[in-house]
């Protein structure tokens, strides 16, 4: 179902594999049931899914803007850098 927050990209911690990024997919209105909240099924880089709570999709959406705001006040590379990071790979 569309929802807020579908097509959002995000920065998920995920516990063993570090950051990944991943796009939320598809929004799960809230259960019928007392404690069922509503849900936003995201979709990994690497195709993984798995569902969040609303908390989860927000904190996730602030580390992508952390991570991006961090890039661009990052002085640029030298071409030494470049070169070593490409080659380390």
């Known amino acids: 179902?569309?929802?807020?927050?579908?097509?959002?990209?995000?920065?998920?911690?995920?516990?063993?594999?570090?950051?990944m990024h991943a796009v939320v997919r598809l929004y799960?209105?809230?259960?019928?049931g007392e404690g069922e909240p509503a849900l936003w099924r995201?979709?990994?880089?690497?195709?993984?899914?798995?569902?969040?709570?609303?908390?989860?999709?927000r904190a996730a959406m602030r580390r992508l803007a952390a991570a991006r705001k961090e890039e661009e006040a990052a002085p640029p590379m030298s071409e030494e850098e470049v070169t070593a990071a490409v080659e380390a790979e």
């Open 28 to 32: 799960l209105p809230p259960g019928e």
């Open 42 to 57: 995201i979709e990994h880089d690497d195709g993984d899914e798995e569902d969040l709570e609303e908390h989860e999709v």
């Open 1 to 19: 179902a569309e929802g807020k927050y579908v097509g959002e990209e995000l920065l998920r911690q995920v516990e063993g594999h570090g950051e």
